[in-house]
């Protein structure tokens, strides 16, 4: 099958490029003809306040990638639809409402010729704006399937289109080699990624525990002067470390090898990597029962879970964890992510 898929890889960064690139790789060992249609210019930095790009790869990039579509050149959307006439699937990968103009100009210049998948990472997005829905029922309503990630997210899918919505977790893409495993207790957490309200950090800083200090690593998009005026107001910025901008991929294990846990205290999620993450590097995760964080938690094995939107049962969970760390850590397995990329390739063609 001649595959198209259209969304951000390499030189982009983050979990969204990674999938991109992995599905890419996967759907090729698989036997397909996969060409990735990507991005020279993907979002106006008004928008995506972060670093866009990094040097370096996240993991193997794609051979097969142009990357010609520009967020300021309709024309060049018009004309990637007119090249992906030949496809049999074009595959949509949607991280933003934003990314639903350009969406619907490869759509107008496909001619409807060829079958077209929604693959939403967010259906809308967790902070949204008055033009998110209908961007995304504009969307939703011309492709041919949508794929989301969990059932929470293809509930909202439904109510937004009438399309066939397909549910399938979201596979792992990790780094290929084995990290660096930290060893001994340090009292110290990690709360790693991008920082947006969402994320709950601030429910971390009022829970944490006396002789607990905490490392803050990732782009703060928004808030870092607020989350430091937190920090000094709870008197705590002596075992709070703030490393705010992008990590890159060689930093990552260090980060780990020195934490006792990754800590996600999400008031609302989707699906993430970052269970995974956790326990590729041999940490035990603590994590609020939201989204796809409960489904790869074992609660009392490898982590703990608590409710969000509660820095008080947060603080006991985290104290429990210190009754004894070792066990927990000793829970901790590396996911296998075979037979999840075997379910989620059958269930995007499917779909």
Partial sequence: MRIAIVGPTYPYKGGG???????????????HDV?????????PSFLYPGQQTIDVP??????????RLDWRRPDGWVAAGRRLRSADLVVLAVLSPVQVPPYLGILLGTARKV???????????????????????ALLNRVDGVLTHSGQQAE???????KPVTTVALPPHLPAR????????????????????????????????????????????????????????????????????YVAADEVPALFARADALVLPYRNATASQNVWLGHEHGVPVIATRVGALADNVRDGVDGLLVEPGDAEAL?????????????????????DPEPFWSDYTGALLRA
Avoid at 17 to 30: D, I, N
Avoid at 35 to 43: P, R
Wanted: glycine fraction near 8%.
């Fill in 178 to 245: 084995s990290p660096a495993r930290g060893e001994g207790i340090h009292h110290r957490l990690l709360f790693f990624g991008i920082v947006r309200p969402y994320k709950g950090l601030d429910l971390l800083l009022r829970a944490l525990p006396e002789g607990v200090s905490l490392t803050v690593a990732g782009e703060f998009w928004g808030g870092i002067e607020q989350t430091r005026q937190l920090i000094a107001e709870l008197g705590i910025a002596d075992r709070v470390e703030l490393r705010p901008g």
């Fill in 58 to 67: 996240e993991g193997e990039p794609y051979p097969k990638t142009r990357r």
């Fill in 115 to 137: 079958r077209v998948v929604a693959l939403c990472h967010n259906v809308l997005p967790h902070e949204r704006k008055p033009w998110d829905e209908p961007l995304m029922k």
């Fill in 315 to 335: 603080r006991k969970a985290i104290e429990r964890f210190y009754e004894d760390p070792e066990r927990l850590r000793a829970g901790v397995r590396a996911v």
């Fill in 35 to 43: 060409v990735i249609e990507s991005w020279k210019a993907q979002y």
């Fill in 17 to 31: 490029a990674q999938h991109t690139t992995e599905l890419a790789h996967r759907l090729t060992a698989a036997g």
């Fill in 156 to 162: 909202l899918a439904r109510t937004l289109t009438r």
